[in-house]
């Protein structure tokens, strides 16, 4: 059964910081990875999808990297703003199966 | 907005109540999802609909009842439900292709639902 960890599961940093969001999953055998975002009491907005034949994908000042044989995944986020605090998930989909989400990570970015 | 919609945004139901919550996704998907997310816990899959055609059921309690009659609306019918279903239901589209699998989910704002 795949299982998803995310790492920290809280962070809080200045603004201007970059910063790393990290993501493991314990069976290597995906399909593809997906990032979201969610903002308090609201729906999860998509930000990157990664094909399992991938390395990477960027959005702006996102990029998400996918390294399936250590069964991780990391989203980096360059120059953060505090409209950038939210919780951040990843979730991982095998073959024939459903998207499996982690618990998220929270993020801050003070003024 | 991210094409696929919910009402009610909130709702309060005694556990004697009977209500739905409707999804209506307007992006030609044919893939359809119910999620769960409780405090503290990852969300967690209720049912998948395929191509209108109930494909997963998580051993939901039968205390919720999905529907979808078409491939653009999915229903969550609720009865009898208990204090512990109070929690945030999302809903979730995605085009599924027999070929490639399932591509990017788009999910909905979501319906909080507080029973009492």
Known sequence: ?????????????????????????????????????????????SLLLIQSSQREQTSGRLNASLDKS???????????????????????KGYGQNFVFGPGTRLSVLP | ?????????????????KKSLKCEQHLGHNAMYWYKQSAKKPLELMF?????????????????????????HLFLHLHTLQPEDSALYLCASSQLWE?????????GPGTRLTVT
């Not at chain 1, 069964?71 to 991982?92: E, F, H, K, M, N």
């Not at chain 2, 109930?54 to 491939?71: A, D, G, L, T, W």
């Not at chain 2, 070929?99 to 999910?107: C, N």
């Open chain 1, 1 to 45: 059964k795949q299982e998803v960890t995310q790492i920290p599961a809280a962070l809080s940093v200045p603004e201007g910081e970059n910063l790393v969001l990290n993501c493991s999953f314990t069976d290597s055998a995906i399909y593809n990875l997906q990032w979201f975002r969610q903002d308090p009491g609201k729906g999860l907005t």
């Open chain 1, 70 to 92: 250590s069964g991780r995944s990391t989203l980096y986020i360059a120059a953060s703003q505090p409209g950038d605090s939210a919780t951040y998930l990843c979730a991982v």
């Open chain 2, 1 to 17: 907005e991210t094409g696929v919609t919910q009402t009610p945004r909130h709702l309060v139901m005694g556990m004697t109540n």
């Open chain 2, 48 to 72: 998948v609909y395929s191509l209108e055609e109930r494909v997963e059921n998580n051993s939901v309690p039968s205390r919720f009842s999905p529907e979808c009659p078409n491939s653009s």
């Open chain 2, 99 to 107: 070929d490639r699998g399932v591509h990017e989910q788009y999910f």
